[in-house]
């Protein structure tokens, strides 16, 4: 062994003539093992809402979705359009417009979030799991068939199982408004009640999915204009590297987006919440590592005569100072690795068993937990960098005054 390490690791467990220093260095140790378990506990709780999150929202949202920058609307009957189609990657092509519409069911009124999709849409497995009432059939025979998401069936007392009609609104293009009769400046569809909907996602809450060729006739769109194209890719194809392709072949003026620029405030939101809790609790363990200043300090003190028989021979000052500063270094890691275990095993029995239930009502039972690699290289990397300045300073600074 290291003769620096192997002193310094005796140091560490052997009796002092000061009790003080012991009791001083248990604390430490406890304290950096204490803030190490919250740390790895707080990071994976963060890791398990964000992936909690990331279902509720990618389970409705496509793989990529194409906009045009320009205007509202766009054409789809293009070449480009067609290359995107035949792109081997992308396993379904589904255009789609969105409006905000005037409705009324029986006696209520109110205002939702049009969205007039393809057949293919309603097809989508991960869509399919989103309804909880009803089919999701837009079209029965030739009557028009409409799925509301489910605030907006709440709100209004949508059911499919009633056979009153969804009546919809929308103010029809290059038609001047008649104070005699306003109801003539507005387009209007029909539409019966033929599920629920609910992906957990608040902007699917208050919609009304309708199919497409109705939704255009409603807003007065031609056939082949859309206002979003959405993507679905096969499960071997890579998403970054599509969502280049595609911006190659539709050129500037559209915007593709993955599902993680679909949702970038949110998830940049939960990175930021994330990386402050993180600086705060390193900010804590750097307090507490203060404690080993005072240890090594004393220490140091105590065995001012080891230094001068160490000296006496042939030790160099560069020496000494390793051996405390690895004597500091080892109360650090030693609490970072204890509160590092026990901060996964704790995380290991919330993740597998269960034990801490969420309060109120929500989307998960207990507290969802997911521990990640990388969180733990962090935390010990700035456990052990906070170890490298806590230490070498009172190494530095006392034993120079003694040599």
Not at 40 to 69: K, Q, W
Not at 71 to 84: E, Q
Not at 118 to 138: A, H, K, M, R, V
Not at 210 to 231: F, H, N, S, W, Y
């Amino acid at each position: 062994m290291h003769l620096p390490q192997f002193i310094a690791r005796r140091y560490l467990f052997a009796k002092k003539s000061h009790n003080v220093i012991n009791i001083i260095s248990l604390i430490s140790a406890i304290g950096i093992a204490v803030g190490s378990c919250a740390l790895i506990m707080v990071l994976s709780i963060y890791n398990g809402f964000e992936d909690v999150v990331r279902g509720m929202y990618d389970r409705a949202m496509p793989d990529i979705t194409v906009s045009c920058d320009s205007s509202k609307y766009f054409r789809t009957d293009t070449p480009s359009f067609d290359a995107v189609r035949d792109m081997p990657s992308v396993a379904s092509f589904t255009e789609s417009i969105e409006e905000t519409v005037f409705l009324t069911y029986d006696s209520e009124e109110g205002t939702a979030l049009l969205k007039g999709v393809e057949q293919s849409y309603t097809e989508n497995p991960e869509i399919l799991s989103c309804l909880i009432e009803g089919d999701f059939t837009l079209m029965y025979g030739e009557v028009a068939q409409a799925v509301t998401g489910r605030a907006l069936a709440a709100e209004m007392g949508i059911s499919p199982r009633f056979l009153d009609p969804i009546e919809v609104y929308f103010p029809a293009r290059g038609r001047e408004i008649s104070l005699v009769n306003p109801a003539g400046s507005l387009n209007h569809e029909k539409f019966f009640p033929a599920g629920i909907f609910f992906s957990g996602n608040e902007e699917y809450s208050n919609i009304l999915f309708v199919p497409l060729d109705k939704a255009r006739e409603l807003i007065g769109v031609q056939d082949c204009e859309a206002g979003t194209v959405e993507l679905s890719l096969e499960p071997e194809a890579d998403v970054r590297q599509t969502v280049k392709e595609i911006r190659s072949i539709l050129g500037p003026g559209f915007s593709v987006k993955d599902k993680y620029m679909q949702n970038e405030t949110v998830y940049r939101m939960m990175r930021i919440e994330k990386a402050v809790i993180f600086m705060i609790l390193l900010f804590i363990i750097i307090v507490v590592s203060c404690n080993v200043f005072g240890s090594l300090t004393m220490l140091i003190i105590e065995k001012q005569d080891d230094i001068a028989t160490l000296q006496h021979l042939g030790a160099r000052p560069a020496l000494i100072r390793r051996i405390f500063f690895y004597e500091g270094w080892m109360i650090i890691l030693t609490g970072a690795v204890i509160g590092l275990a026990a901060g996964i095993i704790l995380c290991l029995i919330q993740q597998h068993v269960g034990v801490i239930r969420m309060p109120g009502s929500f989307v998960v039972e207990y507290y969802p937990v997911v521990i990640k690699p990388g969180d733990i290289l962090i935390t010990l990397a700035g456990i052990a960098l906070i170890g490298i300045f806590i230490t070498a300073l009172p190494t530095r600074r006392i034993l120079s005054k003694i040599f």
